[in-house]
């Protein structure tokens, strides 16, 4: 009688290796990888992460835009400031130009005017230390015609100086260099007082041309119509 066949008694020891192996790699392949499968939809934590990332964008974003309209306002003041700075000087160049140069012709004026009363001043008290250097008691028989004549060319002399001291200087007149610019000042043909009635000749006398012209024109329009 023939014995049983026995399996342990011949193992193919490089069939059962690879057996294995394809046994492990075919488990691992069917095992998912962490996460999601390919074309599941997204879970509810993974979109409130999403959410949440987006939230921070904006965030950020709205940071930065924040951080964009502060720069900008500072420059926009800048600008303004720049612009002020730079108006500001032409201006004032231009006025302390202007106010020095009148200022230095009115001190050129006023210093030859005051060289002019300083001469003049002198002029005057030369001639007053003359008049009041005559002296009459000093005068005989002999020379009194002489002395007379010496003294009335030295009141001549005297009067001319004051004369055209008053010409140069109105104020030795008793007025004031205002009033003198007033009295200089040419008048208005109408600045007098006048009536209602003297008015109306004095328009009508200024615009009678300009009147008769459009009577004149009212008069062919009418012609024309008719």
Request: aromatic share 6%.
């Amino acid at each position: 009688m023939a014995s049983q066949f026995d399996e342990s008694e011949f193992v193919d020891s490089d069939y059962q290796n690879a057996k294995s192996g394809y046994a492990a790699t075919t488990t691992h392949s069917s095992v998912p990888a962490s996460g999601n499968a390919p074309n599941q939809p997204p879970t509810r934590e993974e979109l409130e992460a999403k959410v949440g990332e987006a939230q921070q964008r904006l965030e950020e974003l709205r940071r930065a835009q924040e951080e964009l309209q502060r720069e900008k306002a500072a420059l926009e003041e800048a600008r303004r400031r720049r612009a002020e700075f730079q108006t500001g000087r032409e201006e004032m160049l231009q006025h302390l130009t202007r106010g020095i140069g009148l200022l230095a012709e009115a001190e050129f004026r006023v210093r030859q005017e005051a060289e002019q009363m300083t001469r003049t001043l002198g002029e005057l008290r030369d001639q007053i230390a003359k008049v009041q250097a005559i002296s009459e008691e000093s005068w005989t028989q002999e020379n009194w015609n002489t002395e007379l004549t010496r003294a009335l060319t030295i009141i001549e002399n005297a009067r001319n100086e004051w004369n055209s001291a008053r010409l140069k200087w109105s104020l030795l007149n008793g007025t004031s260099a205002k009033a003198e610019g007033q009295k200089k000042a040419p008048g208005h043909p109408l600045a007098g007082e006048m009536t209602f009635a003297g008015l109306c000749k004095v328009g009508l006398a200024l615009t009678w041309p300009v009147t008769l012209a459009t009577l004149v024109g009212f008069g062919l329009l009418a012609f024309l119509r008719l």
